[in-house]
């Protein structure tokens, strides 16, 4: 992948491959045992799958930021340097499992099933959009996708509930959520584990340490607390580098044998970092906030690139893979998206939202 000048974070335009680092990506996920069994049982179909979702999931934020940039938009909640923690738990997944993403893990609706198309018809809030244009939080539940929600923590006992219905049809299937750090202090999410644990939902929450909620970072201690969640609902935790697809895709399928096995919720703690502000009205703020040494540190480690270079080299058991193979997934994703965003950008004209069907769906007591 190009560095884009003026969207991407700087770091990520001056990215260059650092062999040492490279060498660390390739042993992370095979630190444990059960992690390098499913890391090097993975065929090169499933290696280039997860390398075509981590460029569909950048590029499809880096349109959104052109939006904003030229009036189309007026603000967008992005997740660069994240993009790993949303494309190997999706990739670990089975049919019929279901996901509750929040806003920043869009990339589970296009890598669950969704047309890029219909998603940027979703953000332009087009009458054939998937909400109709009456909210940009969409999914498609016949894909199994739960559409966000604004509250953040809210999906959890929503998943839970869903985990629920799963164990009580005799269904060999999970419901998976994101939950940021922040988040965790939250009661909804504290409600839906406590439920989900008390009525043995098979339930997999990655919770996504990004270091930062809104304006607050992630006080001192914060890291241990997160650490600690997992022992206090008496269920286990995972622990994996966020940038590392690999490690990130094997965690997720043990938690879910783990899950499905047992009947009880489980925890996959992924640590990364948001190289964005909280959305595109306030970029800086991050930087601002936080020390330029965690952006330079995890700039380095931009989740796209790293595992191109990896592939290239052929860690891990594989094969080394063509810049001519890597190259034609780069122009075929970046086809993919110019073509949904002409598709979408002529539905903004000739699909207007219908103002008569704003109250359809919406119900009051």
Same mark, same amino acid.
């Given at each position: ?246 490690? /990130?895709? +094997?965690?997720? *399928?043990? @938690?879910?044998?783990? %899950? &499905? =096995?047992?009947? $009880? ?5 992924? #640590? ?60 075929? /994703?970046? +086809?993919?998206? *110019?073509? @949904?965003?002409?598709? %979408? &950008? =002529?539905?903004? $004209? ?5 103002? #008569? ?9």
């Amino acid at each position: 992948m190009r560095g884009v000048p003026g969207l991407d974070p700087p770091e990520y335009v001056d990215w260059a491959e650092d062999p040492e680092l490279l060498r660390e990506f390739g042993t992370v996920a095979l630190r444990d045992p059960g992690r390098a069994a499913i890391v090097q049982s993975l065929g090169e179909p499933a290696r280039l799958r997860l390398y075509e979702g981590l460029v569909r999931n950048r590029l499809h934020d880096l349109q959104l930021k052109r939006w904003v940039r030229s009036g189309v938009l007026s603000k967008a909640w992005l997740g660069p340097g994240e993009e790993a923690v949303t494309v190997g738990a999706c990739h670990a997944l089975e049919p019929g499992d279901v996901v509750g993403p929040m806003i920043r893990n869009i990339g589970a609706c296009h890598e669950r099933g969704m047309s890029l198309a219909t998603m940027f018809r979703g953000a332009l809030g087009t009458g054939d959009g998937p909400a109709r244009g009456r909210d940009l939080h969409f999914g498609d539940l016949e894909r199994g996708i739960l559409a966000p929600i604004s509250m953040v923590g809210s999906l959890v006992p929503v998943c839970a509930g869903m985990a629920l219905a799963f164990r009580l049809r005799g269904a060999s299937n999970v419901v998976l959520t994101w939950a940021g750090e922040g988040t965790t202090g939250t009661a909804a999410f504290h409600e839906g584990m406590v439920s989900a644990v008390a009525l043995k939902a098979p339930l997999v929450v990655v919770i996504q340490n990004n270091r930062i909620a809104l304006g607050t970072p992630l006080a001192d201690g914060g890291e241990e607390r997160l650490a600690r969640l997992g022992g206090a609902y008496g269920i286990p935790t995972l622990h994996v580098d966020g940038n590392n697809v690999l490690d /990130v895709f +094997a965690a997720t *399928a043990l @938690a879910r044998q783990e %899950a &499905l =096995a047992v009947s $009880r919720p489980v925890f996959v703690l992924a #640590a990364t970092f948001r190289m964005g502000g909280h959305a595109t009205h306030d970029e800086g703020e991050s930087r601002r906030i936080l020390p330029a040494e965690l952006f330079a540190h995890y700039g380095r480690r931009d989740p796209v690139r790293c595992y191109r270079a990896f592939l290239r080299w052929g860690g891990a058991g594989g094969e080394p893979v063509a810049d001519a193979v890597l190259d034609g997934i780069d122009a075929r /994703v970046e +086809a993919e998206v *110019a073509s @949904a965003e002409r598709d %979408a &950008l =002529a539905s903004r $004209r000739a699909e207007p939202p219908d103002p #008569a069907g704003a109250g359809e769906g919406v119900f009051a007591s």
